[in-house]
């Protein structure tokens, strides 16, 4: 079904049945519905089968490097605070490649939208074991299954006192596209880790697994309570979907602005002032 | 997104910047000149006493220069400070001195190859080494006198009294530097301490120091004292930077704090990074939001970088890198100075993109160069490098009055319409480059191979057609790079880069011979053979390179330049004039 986001002949890459498609038709819908302007918006992505999204979504992009874009974000934001800024990519872009910056950039709180495709598997590099892959997971790399334990980006996010912390599952539509809304409308840093099927190489987590094995967070759930989310995303079985923590604080532009937000284009350093201060040396 | 003011814009029919004319190396005759070598420990407040004795010389009327040497520890180990004095401009150090003040006990073991037959040795009465040292040398109470005063670090205002002293120098005019050199709960202590010093220095007899030049002294007014690292800072926001995204590492964080200090007035985003894989994706996401970004780093930082290289090759996505060197491999020495890492800047990044590299050698170079950088990044979408060192960030020099309206102010970006396409094929190689939400159009910048619109292909023909196209834009750099400097006529070239210029400039003025002239080159990389034709033609070239190999030596040969003789140093020094007079001397005497 066409969408007036879809951009115009392209080829897309993915496998038939892919995840990724549902969370593609995801963000068309909610950049639509929030009437986000395409023309303001911007999607920084790194590599992998999910960092291809820009190039299927007619808004501004910048197609990165493996696990680099969380930083091109945090300062293209900065340097025009009025853009849309989306950070998307794969588990093994966003927490194994880039996982130092998903550190640092939860804690500089750019006002940006932080999208992780999270189908527990390497695909581009054809099915080895990614940071989230689970204890026993068998490839032909870890071919005794994944001994190392999972990498938990929700507790992690936690950890360090994200604004935003949410994580939807694919095969549950309506209920991922409130959330996914939801993060569009909070102002700082948010992340949204999105379960998604990897038809060709996870025969374990499958679409049915991520049905069968999230529940939404319980309607008691309160996500302004840090210790109740921490709890929240210690549990696995069944994982918890939802928003399990929200609080907004001073994002990065606000410390570097204040509040005379401007692009940084229009600005030109008053070159007489300068001259004054070269001559105090 | 609407109304966004883009100041000064230009595109690349402008022809390109003029270099903002900047005084050149000079000197009239010989120059009266006193080299002071001071030594201690870290801590104990050397640097105050340099800038103190540096600003005091030069309300005197004096020309002054001091760089310095220290170790990579916070505290303690064995640092030093060399001041030079002089009538005439001062551009390098020297190895020999004729003043030498110990401000600890380790001081003079540490540089004792530095002391000649005349040095003067002035050292504490209770140092262990001075019962050895006859002749040429006074035993001072400083120590004594400073703990009293309630501090052991005001020994370093008592010794610029006594040394002020001993020159004859206008005392009045150190205490002025001396009152401006701390706050307001010491300077009397300070004060004090300086006075001392200047009076004892009264009650001492026979000693020989030569004079410094008393009369004829200019007022020092137009003048301002700078080191390298400040001199890049002013430089680049004279080239509009806007944002610098750095990880500490010495010999560069002299820029970041620069900034740093400088963004409370001006708008100026700093962010420490994680690491330099970050702070490179961040001044790529600077430029690509439409800032003017920057990053400092030094080899092993600049190593994490190449993939960020590579990136804004493809992307081509400006970029301005300022690396100072300093001795590799890996760790080496980080408070020591080098220039090993031409190579590296040459051959970051993988796959084929095109780069330019500038690399300053005075305060005038590095101000105009770092402009330079961003007005060049900017016109042809490419990285630049700033390619300094330890000794050329850490020495302090004299620069004449800068008319900073001089440096045309020029951004190269367009507005979008709705066909607009990123990598737009053109003759040049170089498409207009808009930023998001500026426009109507779809900005789309690729990592991958792509087309036009920025999408990522496969297709063989387009591919070829982008490699031309990145590859074409060196074809109109090379058409506009900037020429070496050349001085001096005759037959045998003295050729440099970087911030061997001032040693080779007072090397050659000390071996006065009509045979030699001096050739220097500031744009490294990539070479016009035009620019290059001089040397190819000339009799005798004789290379000066801070490291082992000769690295520009070897690129100038695989342009087809003979080159007979290399004078290669890599002991973490920079080049010393009166060394490097006597080696050049050697080489010369040979020649026909």
Redesign the interface.
Known sequence: MKHPLDRENVDNAWCPGCGNFGILKLLKEVLTELALNPKDTVIVSGIGQASKTPYYIDTHMFSSLHGRALPVATTLKASNPSLNVIAEGGDGDMYGEGGNHFIHTVRRNPNIVHIVHNNMVYGLTKGQASPTSQRGFETGVQVKGVHNEPFNPISVALALKAGFVARVNIGNYEHAKTVLKQAFLHKGYALVDIFQPCVVFNKTNTRKWFNSNTHELENDHDSSNLSMAMQKALENDPIPIGIFYQSERHTFEDYFYGDEKKALISVSHDLKKLQGLFEKY | ?KN?????QANLKDPPVPLPKYKKQQSDGKAQTIDILIGGAAGLGINILENMLNKAFMLNGYFVYSTKEFMSRVRGGSNTVLLRISDQPIYAPCWHVDLCVALDYAALSHVQERLTQKTLIIADESDPVMKDIQKNSIAIPMLETAKDLGDSRYANSYVAGLLFGLLKADINLLRKSVVSSFSEDTQKENETAMHEGYTYSKKLKNISLPALLQTSLIPKSNF???DGS?AIG?GS??G?C??I?SYPMSPSTGVLNFMAS?SK???I?V?Q???E???F??????W??????MTSTSGGGFALMS??MS?AGV?ETPAVIYLAQRPGPATGMPTRTEQGDLNLAIHSGHGDFGRIILAPGTLEECLTYAYLAFELADRYQVPVILLSDQYLADTINMID?????A?E?R?Y?VKSDRNYKRYTLNKEGISPRS????G?????????EHDER???TEDYKIREIMVKKRDNKLKRILSEAYKPEIQGKGNIAIIGWGSSKGAIFEALKLLNDPRLFQVHFVWVHPLNPEHIEVLKQNETNIIIENNVSGQFADILKGHGVHIHYRILQSNGFPFFTDLLENELGNIIKDIK
């Open positions: 997104m966004i003011n883009i100041p000064f301002h004292l700078l400040s002013f926001l004279l509009g806007t944002m995204t400088i007035e001006f708008t985003l962010e990074s994680e690491d894989i970050a702070a994706a961040m001044v790529l996401g600077g690509f939001g439409g800032a003017r970004a993939e960020g990136l992307s009055n800068v008319d900073f309206t440096y102010q951004r970006i930023v998001p939400g500026l109507q159009g779809i900005v789309g910048s690729s990592s991958h920025g999408q990522s």
